[in-house]
């Protein structure tokens, strides 16, 4: 069940799927990953480059230079590394030659993000991403709170967490099980679904640092 990315006429795809196939015998997942010297176990493996679960595609250029670049968003299902991730893979100068490339070949960047990542919103004119994130560490029920996580996307090659939340955090509480995100740039209104509660949370992306939209004394749309 290998899920392969297209690019034109040909196809990107890592050396191993973590969603896929977890190896019982060693750790490689290829050389997309990063391993830690010593005895490495299952989830002690960084996600690096590598493809594990992707959910969400983006595809955008670079206004400084024109290269083109996809964002993807790993959900890392099933734990196998440390963590989920944003991708950043340029695909600017690919041959065209319909052969398969594998990701550790390409230039690449990325950010880990919490396991669970789903939806994403970019804007080219911030340089941003908003990422749902459905992991709930701790939670004992479908009602535990999620969060929405923020990616400067200023270098696509060095992608990192971006700062905006309040108290300086990298993310903001919505509600339980985020998918969808849709950010409408002409009012700054950035709008995540929550599939288990069944709601919609408004984000404010005009405030800093950045908060639910409570302009009717409500921050969240419900069914």
């Known amino acids: 069940m290998t899920k392969l990315l297209p690019f034109r006429i040909l196809t990107v795809t890592p050396v191993v799927l973590a969603a896929c196939i977890t190896p019982a015998d060693d750790l490689y997942y290829g050389d997309c990953a990063q391993y830690e010297e010593g005895i490495v176990r299952g989830g002690d493996v960084g996600i690096g480059s590598c493809l594990a679960g992707p959910t969400h595609l983006v595809w955008t250029a670079d206004e400084d230079s024109d290269d083109e ?53 970019y804007s080219q004119t911030s340089s941003l991403a908003l990422v749902s994130s459905r992991y709930s560490d701790g939670a004992r029920d479908r009602s535990f709170e999620d969060e929405l996580v923020f990616v400067n996307l200023e270098s696509f090659d060095a992608p990192s967490l971006a700062t905006i939340g309040a108290d300086s955090s990298s993310s903001l509480e919505v509600e339980s099980d985020p998918l969808s995100v849709v950010w409408y740039e002409e009012t700054g209104l950035a709008y995540v679904l929550n599939s288990s509660s069944g709601s919609v949370s408004v984000v404010d992306m005009n405030t800093s640092p950045v908060e639910v939209f409570d302009g009717m004394s409500s921050a969240a749309v419900e069914g």
């Open 69 to 121: 670049w996809l964002l993807v968003s790993n959900t890392n299902p099933f734990l196998d590394f440390k963590s989920g991730s944003l991708l950043a893979i340029e695909t600017t100068g690919i041959p065209a030659d319909g052969q398969r490339h594998l990701l550790s070949e390409l230039a690449t960047g990325s950010v880990d993000l919490p396991s669970f990542a789903g939806g994403m919103a």
